[in-house]
């Protein structure tokens, strides 16, 4: 869930923002694959890693009850929104959330797309989503942004408690998704046999004053079959301070 913080994107009632929540859309067919093969058990792989630094397992989730084939409710993410300022990088609207469409109110949060959303965005980049899968995916996609946000918000009490204090806490400025993207990590792991992972994600932490840092998330497919996934979330290696946050880890400081 990477630039800027957020600012209203425009966005038109026949085909509203796919940017407003922690995903790409280009990413989400690679999440509709996942859940699908979640669904039929793999074979036992030795490629699937053995240990990564966070893991959920989500059960299936009860679908919307909604009457409508694909429902329009959404949820609003406990992610909070960095606001625009001159401090931070003009943002695009391609990268940040519009609370335009069906939301009543503005939020101070990042808001996840409904089944509807997802399911057009799917199909505006050429996939072929099924609406049946909607109510399974969508619940399963906020659920692990929601994980992949509280792994950031421990390494940020770790190394920037006190900076974040004046603030209340990190905020996520911006975000992409690139699921053909390997990380180097991921890429050194597949160099010596292990799972790909099947999507990245790489997010932009706004703390106070307008710094931040960047942070990148791997996901990977549950061993065993079921709705699980792995997360592989820490500090981007592009700046003093993400080398310093991972020395820190590595030597549990």
């Known amino acids: 869930m990477g630039n800027t913080p957020s600012s209203t994107a425009k966005a038109t009632s026949n ?30 792989s030795p490629s699937t890693p053995p240990s990564l630094e966070s893991t959920t397992s989500t059960p299936p989730p009860p679908r919307l009850a909604n009457t409508h084939p694909l429902a329009s409710d959404r949820v609003t993410s406990s992610i909070p929104r960095a606001e625009l300022s001159p401090s931070t990088t003009t943002p695009s609207t391609a990268s940040l959330p519009s609370n335009a469409e069906n939301d009543p109110l503005p939020s101070s949060n990042w808001i996840y797309p409904s089944e509807k959303m997802f399911f057009e965005a799917m199909r505006r980049k050429n996939h072929s989503p099924d609406a049946s899968d909607m109510a399974t995916v969508v ?24 900076q974040n204090e004046r603030c209340k806490g990190p905020k996520l400025r911006s975000f992409s998704g690139d699921s053909k993207k390997l990380s180097p990590k991921a890429r050194v792991r597949g160099l010596v046999g292990y799972e790909a992972p099947f999507d990245r994600h790489d997010w932009v932490v706004e703390r106070c004053e307008g710094g931040g840092v960047e942070y990148v998330i791997d996901f990977y497919r549950g061993r065993g079959g079921g709705l699980s996934f792995y997360l592989d979330v820490r500090p981007k290696l592009n700046s003093w301070e993400g080398w310093r946050m991972r020395f820190g880890n590595l030597v549990g400081l």
Do not use: M, Q, T, Y
Not at 30 to 35: D, G, K, P, R
Not at 139 to 162: D, L
């Open 15 to 44: 085909e509203p923002s796919p940017s407003a929540c922690p995903v790409d859309p280009s990413a989400r067919a690679a999440w509709l694959e996942a859940a699908k093969d979640a669904r039929s058990p793999p074979p036992p």
């Open 139 to 162: 619940p399963i996609h906020n659920a692990v942004n929601e994980r992949a946000w509280s792994e950031i918000k421990s390494w940020e009490r770790r190394f920037a408690s006190g």
